[in-house]
């Protein structure tokens, strides 16, 4: 079954970058969304950005729109978001996500996704 591992988070200061990934193993499909989610101590699960896989559209939240970028390398099946100029309201658990269709536009729900991640956390200061 497909499974979804993310890396990358860790402890910085603001203004900094993280660069997080998250391999997707056992996917036979070759054309769906990924997405990055976020989700902060005591708030609810925030989308963050979307890439399409099968003509690399993506997607931002406006909050991180100009900061972060997602990336996708479809030969090994990794996804990546790029964090810029991290702000201490970045601090989130940051889950990757799919879903098994092309990203829908606006702010996707939770879920409408089919399939995540462990999360790796991330902590700005």
């Known amino acids: 079954h497909v499974q979804l591992v993310e890396s990358g988070g860790g402890s910085v200061q603001g203004g900094g970058s993280l660069r997080l990934s998250c391999v997707a193993s056992?996917?036979?499909?070759?054309?769906?969304?990924m997405a990055w989610f976020r989700q902060a101590p005591g708030k609810g699960m925030e989308w963050v950005s979307s890439?399409?896989?099968?003509?690399?559209?993506?997607y931002f939240a406006d909050s991180v729109k100009g900061r972060f970028t997602i990336s996708r390398d479809n030969t090994k099946n990794m996804l990546y978001l790029q964090m810029n100029s991290l702000k201490p309201e970045d601090t989130a658990m940051y889950y990757c996500?799919?879903?098994?269709?092309?990203?829908?536009?606006?702010?996707?729900?939770?879920?409408?996704?089919?399939?995540w991640g462990q999360g790796t956390q991330v902590t700005v200061s």
């Open positions: 056992f996917v036979s499909y070759e054309e769906y969304c």
């Open positions: 890439i399409y896989t099968g003509d690399g559209t993506t």
């Open positions: 996500a799919i879903v098994w269709r092309s990203c829908s536009g606006g702010v996707p729900a939770p879920q409408a996704f089919d399939i």
